[in-house]
């Protein structure tokens, strides 16, 4: 309640919220990491602070997170977003649990503006979104989402990280339209096949392709005549073929045309024939 | 006739007590068996589909129509307008206010202890704690029944008892 007080009271827009175990809380606000205000009524971050928050965005219930939390976040109404470091338990060298927690990261939910005039005109074919990090590649996935779901088309989200949708006990809480069947808390893998087999969709979208997996289960839909929208870590066509995932990637054939985006969070066309 | 009447008023009333106090019996080991039969749910609902404590007490109000589901009622609403106040305190406050719950202070104790646990573990803990809840209640309504018919019988028969001493005295 502090923190929210505290929130309330700050005068500039704020992007995110940093709780450190033993030092002040600080805001990401205009690019710049600032102590939040002293006068505000509180001090250093305890660990029972910490483990407040996360009891109380898990709704006291971190069993019903866990998955997520394995992952290292939690998604709060509105698509706010609290990012986990501590100690990793690990069980067969798998995540099992975050213990020991040392820092939140809250980020605040907002939806970055994007230009999508002529966006729907060209969603006809396969499109894979690239671009360096922060150039906005799930925003534009998103939109590209939303402009092909309420067109009328049925849009089937492999959401596994909860980025592009942001569900909160099963509600999107960012907009990707009305024609889209969104699934979490999978793996990507098994998440596409998933949909595949159930949803009966036009297009599968799917946010970072980074595991030999995700290919296997994307060609498998490109031979049942689904269209494919996705995102990959790369700035051009150019870096694609140097790396052996994405070289892969290209050799199937899966996309046939790319929107490449630069820093400035634009987008060009090339096709990929 | 105004003595009788009233002697009939004394039997009557202290009956009433007696039969009053085995209806509390009755009652409670009919609450236990719905706590009991809630936790099951409960831990069936956490394992399968792991629903968060806000909506799993709101399904258990509405799933036990009596004192026991208006206990989670109360529950779920303490939860939902205070979201930093922590399990326990949240059992024991439904439980002030629930003025229907006539279960023993071992079953209060018992689902304090249980709240100590609830929504801080995995899955798997809380399936245990929850286990060990039921177990634990079990249990006692294992030697509450045992008791039950004996007790409510002694309770029945002091009161007419004591009534017809009374009136006796008084004649």
Redesign the interface.
Known sequence: MAYQEALRGYGRPINELRLRLGFPPTVLSESRERILPVRTGFGLVTRDDLENVLLCASEQSVYSVSETMREGFLTLPGGHRIGICGTLALRDGETVSVRDVSSLCIRVSGEPSIRTEHLLERLTEPTLILGPPGSGKTTLLRACIRLLSDAGRRVSLADDRGEVAACWHGVPQRNVGMHTDVLTGGRKMQSVLWLLRTMNPEWIAVDEITAPGDLESMETCSYCGVRLLATAHASGTAELNSRPLYKRLLALQLFHQVFVLDETKQFYVERMD | MFKWLGLICIVAASSGVGFGYARSIRRQSAQLGHLIDSLGYMRSE?LYR???????FETLSGAENNAVGLFFSLCASQ?RSD??M??PGIFKKSWENCRTVCLSPETKQTLLSLGMA??????D??CRAIELAEQKLRREQETLDKNKRARCRGYEAIGICAGLAAAIVIL
């Open positions: 956490i792991m629903t968060p404590l806000p909506e799993l939860l979201r930093t922590p399990i609830l929504g801080r573990f995995d899955v803990g809380q």
